[in-house]
């Protein structure tokens, strides 16, 4: 991913929806001073505040990370890994569409590495498909150990979380949005 995608699309998500940085920082939690550091390309936030910047603004991850809202010549199939520093690499499989309200990421995981997301936006539904296993899942309260092959779907506006074994972990992680998000997108 170009290091000036996420920079560019929060701005150009902020400045559509006619927030300052102040009341940006009211409806995604994140301070001021880091969504100025973000949108200039002097921080580079984590997963976490990703999430914490799409839920906040009602739009789908894919919003933040999709090098396509930039580059109008850019084809499906060629998006690049994001290798979060000391967490999960996320990478876009299919980008949102509206008309499905969905988007399709491939997760990557480090060899016993664990990772956990607060509640995505109120009806986010998140669907897992192991690639390389055993992967663990968070999912209403419990763990749940899935092999390669092997899915499951949960309610993701609360918290949940993905755990890998001593080889790491690879899934397809998909979400699925209600149709508020979907109209918040197709305004934009
Ligand atoms: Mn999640």
Redesign the pocket.
């Known amino acids: 991913m170009n290091a000036e995608t996420i920079p560019l699309n929060l701005r150009e998500i902020r400045t559509q929806a006619g927030l300052s940085l102040a009341k940006a920082a009211d409806v995604t939690g994140v301070s001021k001073a880091m969504l100025g550091q973000i949108e200039r390309g002097e921080s580079s936030p984590t997963i976490a505040t990703l999430?914490k910047i799409a839920k906040g603004f009602h739009l789908p991850l894919t919003a933040l990370l999709d090098e396509a809202r930039q580059d109008a010549g850019m084809q499906n199939g060629v998006y690049k890994t994001v290798q979060f520093p000391g967490s999960i690499a996320v990478k876009i499989v299919f980008p949102f569409d509206p008309q499905l309200g969905a988007e399709t990421f491939h997760v990557s995981l480090k060899p016993d590495q664990c990772h956990q997301?607060q509640p995505?936006d109120t009806g986010v539904t998140?669907e897992v498909f192991v690639l390389e296993g055993p992967l663990e899942v968070l999912r209403d309260g419990d763990w749940v150990t899935l092999m390669a092959g092997q899915g499951v779907r949960f309610a993701?506006d609360q918290p949940?979380g993905y755990r890998a074994g001593a080889g790491g972990a690879a899934f397809l992680?998909m979400?699925h949005y209600r149709p508020r998000m979907q109209r918040a997108v197709d305004g934009l």
Do not use: L
Request: a negative charge; hydrophobic letters at 25%; zero cysteines.
């Open positions: 999430w997301s995505h998140e993701a949940h992680n979400h």
